[in-house]
């Protein structure tokens, strides 16, 4: 089983490929014949049901996974007349933003040029205003005076897309952003792909306006299209990470290539920050094609064989992304949000954000800030929090949170501290589980025995 990100049924289960069998993908990334809803190409999935060999299949959004915000549905088998595929050609037409990146990048450069007086912002709208469209906008909650920092920082003028199905726009505390951004210049980055991170990606934005000696360039691939009005077609795309899809088509795709192609030596990150109810599947076959296209612009340098990455994610998804990704390992850095109530640094027990980056650079060489309270294993060869201890028996720091855990002699492995051994289960669990062999997979870390609801991976207690 897999947690869901491309449709609101619940009792589904994504394939992302044409072909696939209903016990899982089988091949990554989306079918070539996938009918497309405002999102894009849709992606796969099959409706599974206890006691059932397979379950009938259907495509449904990639990016959205309640109903509500996009409806889109048809079986894989379903007969689509003429008709109906005109009229949805049509849906998806008026369903995609009134103006191009273009015409919004020529507003900018008037809105710029206007004195502060005259500079305003929409916040029911959404969008820059130039003088003569004031009077539409003329009941709307407006901001004044638009300063050039306020420019610089639209994360910040924008309201997060809160929807945590859709967006979940969780953007990075200060902190956080600093200490990526550090980290990527020391290691010896000066391209940074931002997916789905705009708060990083105007970090660098405003220090390379401020500092001409500046470096590092990024360029941020999202789907929140509201960007395109801060940022020129060679900073921003329009993007859809759960299906590699641009929506200016080819142009942007080019744009994006170009980004990757290093010249005179420069050294090329991604840096990715999907919502974390999204299908690690999906998001994996993306990644890959995104790694793919860095690839094919090395100029055959038989060294590199991935695209270095940071992919920001809970540390409960650990055994999902290894197995798309088996270079990868995590980092025991704690990931902090500005506007997410739970995923602050600092706090105790449940309170810790479980947010990690996960890395195919060697793990030595992410050196940990000592003043927040992590320190080098010598043994792992690795920076941990100062509470993981290293389990002479697993010979590794074996912590997933933070705190110290303990050695169970029976499951061979170490556990939360507040676990204890269930000869009912055979394993490891909170005191307080329910001891009931559950017949169908748990859809977060697919083993048998529990829900989704009550699954081990999700408790941080």
């Known amino acids: ?113 206007l004195p502060l007086a005259k500079r305003r912002f929409c916040q029911e709208c959404q969008q820059l205003l130039l003088p003569d469209e004031w009077g539409k906008h003329s009941n709307h909650q407006l901001l004044c005076d638009i300063s050039t920092a306020q420019l610089q920082s639209p994360s910040q003028l924008l309201y997060p897309l809160e929807n945590k199905k859709t967006n979940a726009q969780y953007l990075f505390a200060d902190r956080s952003c600093q200490f990526l951004l550090d980290l990527i210049t020391d290691l010896g980055f000066t391209r940074v792909l931002s997916v789905g991170t705009p708060r990083l990606h105007e970090m660098i934005q405003s220090k390379a306006s401020k500092e001409e000696d500046y470096r590092v360039r990024s360029l941020l691939l999202d789907i929140d299209f509201r960007y395109s009005q801060f940022y020129t077609e060679d900073e921003f795309c329009h993007y859809n990470m759960f ?108 309170r810790q954000s479980p947010v990690r980056i996960f890395t195919n650079l060697t793990p030595r060489m992410i050196v940990l800030p000592v003043e927040e309270g992590y320190r080098f294993c010598a043994i792992c060869q690795r920076y941990v929090s100062s509470g993981n201890q290293h389990c002479e028996i697993c010979n590794s720091c074996t912590s997933k949170d933070g705190r110290r855990w303990k050695h169970c002699f029976l499951c061979k492995k170490c556990v939360k501290p507040s676990w204890s051994h269930c000869n009912n289960c055979n394993c490891c669990a909170v005191p307080t589980h329910a001891c009931e062999k559950a017949a169908a997979g748990c859809f977060v870390c697919g083993q048998a025995g529990h829900k989704r609801s009550t699954c081990p991976s999700l408790s941080c207690s």
Not at 80 to 107: C, D, G, W
Request: include cysteine; proline fraction near 6%; charged fraction near 25%.
């Open 1 to 113: 089983g897999c947690a869901m990100a491309g449709s609101g049924a619940a009792g589904a289960e994504a394939l992302c490929g044409a072909g696939a069998g209903a016990g899982g993908p089988a091949r990554p990334g989306r079918p070539p014949t996938a009918p497309a809803c405002p999102h894009g190409p849709a992606l796969l999935f099959v409706k599974t049901s206890q006691g059932e060999e397979e379950g009938r299949r259907f495509y449904a959004c990639s990016a959205c996974r309640d109903r509500k915000d996009c409806n889109f549905f048809q079986w894989e088998d379903e007969k689509v007349s003429e008709t109906r595929l005109a009229a949805r050609e049509e849906y998806n037409r008026s369903h995609q933003p009134s103006r191009t990146h273009r015409q919004n990048v020529e507003r900018y450069k008037n809105f710029i040029l």
């Open 243 to 350: 299906n590699h899809y641009f929506f200016a088509g080819e142009a942007a795709h080019e744009t994006c290539r170009k980004f990757l192609r290093q010249e005179d030596g420069e050294r090329v990150i991604m840096v990715t920050d999907p919502p974390f109810g999204g299908l690690v599947e999906a998001l994996a076959s993306s990644f890959k094609r995104l790694m793919a296209m860095w690839k094919d612009t090395e100029e055959g340098d038989p060294v590199s064989q991935e695209m270095p990455m940071f992919w920001i994610f809970p540390y409960f998804f650990e055994s999902r992304i290894l197995e798309f990704f088996p270079s990868f390992s995590m980092m025991d850095y704690q990931v902090d949000y500005d506007n997410h109530a739970l995923y602050k640094h600092g706090k105790t027990g449940r």
